[in-house]
């Protein structure tokens, strides 16, 4: 069926370097994409999203990247800190499917001192 | 501006019984989402409620229901518990019934079957 995944389950980057986190979908209909971040024991926490019609989206230390022709998203952190450690999911919005997001096994980003 | 709340954060409870989580939704949201996170994955949207009513269901059984209040608050209610059923539950509220709205998540309730 549709899905959403990730390339990588585990991603180690030296504290201080930039990370990037992949993400490969199926439903070429999707409109909305959303990152997420989700620490230990905790609910998941909005990252950044980005809309079909766009293929850049800068926040906070955060971009986040959509190609489109090979149904590819990624999520760019620029000098990765302790407090980013944590699984990131993406999740797609299916607004064919009564609005459920579709979500990853996620990428869990370990931070190396 | 309040966040999502959720209650319980844990419960413990033994196969065949019935189990009530709740949520009261971000201010201002009208439209909550619950997911079921099984350890090591990702989650797996259960249904969607706005303004009072189911807005879409996901691949659970009839056991798994819903319910949402006048002011926006919702409850899952899981009968038949089975030992597959011990999951994070997670509750998300969005404000306007809309496809692309943003979810924000409460921090879970944690369920185990024994």
């Known amino acids: 069926g549709e899905s959403v995944g990730l390339h990588l389950p585990t991603l180690s980057v030296q504290e201080g370097d930039n990370s990037i986190i992949n993400c490969a979908y199926s439903n070429s209909a999707s409109d909305y994409f959303i990152w997420y971040k989700q620490e230990s024991g905790k609910g998941p926490q909005f990252i950044i999203d980005i809309r079909s019609n766009m293929d850049k989206r800068q926040g906070q230390r955060v971009t986040v990247l959509l190609n489109k022709t090979v149904k590819h998203l990624s999520l760019q952190i620029a000098a990765t800190q302790p407090g980013d450690s944590a699984v990131y999911f993406c999740a797609e919005n299916m607004k064919d499917s009564n609005y459920q997001l579709i979500w990853g096994a996620g990428t869990k980003l370990i931070i190396k001192p | 501006e309040t966040g999502v709340t959720q209650s319980p954060t844990h419960l413990i409870k033994t196969r065949g019984q019935q189990v009530t989580l709740r949520c009261s939704s971000q201010?201002?949201?009208?439209?909550v989402s619950w997911y079921q996170q099984a350890l090591g994955q990702g989650p797996q949207f259960i249904f969607q409620?706005?303004?009072?009513?189911?807005?879409g269901r996901g691949n659970f059984p009839p056991r798994f229901s819903g319910l949402q209040f006048p002011n926006y608050s919702s409850e899952l209610n899981v009968n038949a518990l089975e030992l597959d059923d011990s999951a994070l539950y997670l509750c998300a509220s969005s404000p306007g019934g809309q496809g692309s709205d943003t979810q924000y998540f409460g921090p879970g309730t944690r369920l185990t079957v024994l």
């Open positions: 201010s201002g949201h009208n439209t």
């Open positions: 409620y706005y303004r009072e009513e189911e807005n």
